[in-house]
C-alpha cells in the first residue's frame, strides 16, 4: 500500500476505503 493518500490529503485524489481514487468526493469538499 502506497502513502500517497496520506500526503495528498488536501488534494483532489483521495483513495476509498476499496482503495479506488475518488476525486469527486474531493470536489465536493472544497464546495
Known amino acids: 500500500m502506497v502513502n500517497f493518500p ?3 490529503s488536501g488534494l483532489a485524489t483521495r483513495i476509498d476505503a476499496n482503495g479506488k481514487p475518488r ?7 472544497n464546495v
Open 23 to 29: 476525486t469527486a468526493p474531493a470536489k465536493s469538499d
Open 6 to 8: 496520506k500526503l495528498r
